[in-house]
């Protein structure tokens, strides 16, 4: 006998898909849960080999979005959480699963000795050895593998900052607390358009028990891009290690990781990249592998091969396979491009709110300091009641809710057109 409780749910699968459909909704009008099924990808992106004019070229841009299958019907800035998959990388992504499922046993342990060629090419977009690589799931497993891997004793300090990315920060809260370790909490002046004034404010930090320093690259609740070299360079004189947060800076910005010179660096792929969700990355210099041990231990946790890292247990090989054609499609527009772009599509409706009484931005509009997050506040709205609001207008953005920041997150992407800012800054003029 069936359960009464499993009616319902036995009810939704046996409906009509487009029945289904049409009966459910997010919140903006008749939203689809599925999207445009249908979708063919018409023609490959070419892009001009001289990029200098393609920043504001919106016939460009318009190139760009036609390789995205998502509901344009909804102006999407929101997309520092997750943004979505173009679609060669969908069909990649497809492609390896269903290769993968045809006999798994076997076709897995042939995707598997592919991976090398996707750290490979890995390495190439982020300044370091394929050996100094390894795919994980997120940043957050990756901070937390050297969090501890490390081998942190009692009395020992880590650094970080109120405003790093808040599963971070909990981690960090939590290791301290198992292992009777000290925390020092910086706080990260508002809109700091100096790097001395951040390399300092580091440096200074940094004493005779800190082990470990742990510095966010481009912050996640207000886009602001820190100084990580000099701050880096800073810690490496007095012998403490550094972990870099890559999370929002990977695909968004340039990135050189031999030049950073950090210790470590941890990232993922679901964001500017573009990627299938669940794959990230850990950088580990080569010559430090060896002092840190893996979450997961598998049969040499104590080698120094970066391979040890990957024994966390059976996971999706297609997701990571399909991070080649990812890697592929970004190359073609480049971190470079991505960061002006979004820069000036935020200086869009910056400009049209400079002198609006009740909102305030706490983003630089240096193209040095920020590129794709902005973080406003409003004086009199609370941020949920803007995003509602926004919402009912088919504009999709984020809210920023951590300390004391309790502020709006604007975040486009490369599929985002001018003309859509124009929108946003409307939208806000009229609250």
């Known amino acids: 006998m069936i359960h009464k409780f499993l009616i319902p749910f036995l009810y939704l699968f046996c409906m009509e898909r487009r029945k289904f459909i049409k009966n459910v909704s997010l919140g903006f009008g008749a939203l689809p849960l599925l999207g445009n099924t249908d979708f063919v990808l018409q023609e490959a992106l070419e892009v001009p080999a001289d990029k200098g004019a393609l920043m504001k070229d919106e016939k460009f841009w318009k190139k760009v979005r036609k390789q995205f299958n998502v509901d344009f019907s909804v102006i999407n800035l929101s997309n520092a959480g997750i943004s979505p998959m173009p679609m060669p990388v969908i069909n990649s992504l497809q492609q390896a699963e269903i290769f993968a499922n045809k006999t798994p046993t076997v ?17 190439k977009l982020l300044g370091c050895s394929v050996e100094e690589l390894v795919l994980l799931r997120n940043t957050t497993e990756a901070v937390n593998t050297i969090f501890w891997g490390l081998d942190l004793a009692e009395g020992d300090e880590i650094i970080i900052a109120k405003q790093d990315y808040s599963l971070v920060y909990t981690a960090a809260e939590y290791i301290a607390s198992k292992r009777k370790l000290s925390l020092k909490i910086l706080d990260i002046p508002s809109m700091p358009e100096n790097d001395q004034v951040l390399v300092d404010l580091y440096k200074n930090a940094l004493g005779p028990k800190t082990k470990l320093l742990l510095v966010t690259h481009m912050i996640n609740w207000t886009g602001q891009i820190l100084p990580v070299k000099e701050i880096c360079a800073a810690a490496k004189e007095k ?104 820069h000036y599509l ?41 995003v509602q609001t926004l919402r009912k207008k088919n ?23 001018a003309e859509e800012m124009e929108r946003l800054a409307l939208a806000l003029n009229e609250l």
């Open 107 to 123: 076709n897995r342990h042939v995707q598997e000795k592919e991976i090398i060629s996707v750290k490979g090419d890995l390495s």
């Open 395 to 417: 504009i999709l953005v984020g809210s920023a809710l951590w300390k004391d920041i309790n502020g709006v997150r604007i975040s486009p992407n490369i599929y985002t057109l």
């Open 239 to 342: 012998g403490v290690y550094t972990l870099v947060d890559g999370a929002q800076s990977v695909a968004h910005i340039s990135i050189n990781l031999h030049e950073i010179d950090c210790d470590f660096f941890a990232a993922s792929f679901h964001k500017w990249l573009c990627g299938p969700p669940g794959t990230g990355m850990l950088y580990v210099k080569k010559s430090l592998i060896g002092k840190v041990t893996p979450i997961h231990p598998g049969l040499h946790p104590y080698s120094s091969f970066i391979d040890k890292f990957e024994t966390y247990g059976t996971h999706s090989f297609a997701a990571q396979l399909a991070l080649k054609e990812a890697i592929r499609f970004h190359e073609k527009i480049s971190s470079g491009l991505i960061h002006q772009r979004l």
């Open 346 to 386: 935020n200086q869009l409706w910056r400009e049209q709110l400079k002198d609006h009484s009740q909102i305030k931005i706490y983003t630089s509009s240096d193209i040095r300091f920020s590129a794709g997050i902005v973080l406003f506040m409003h004086s009199e709205l609370e941020p949920s009641k803007i």
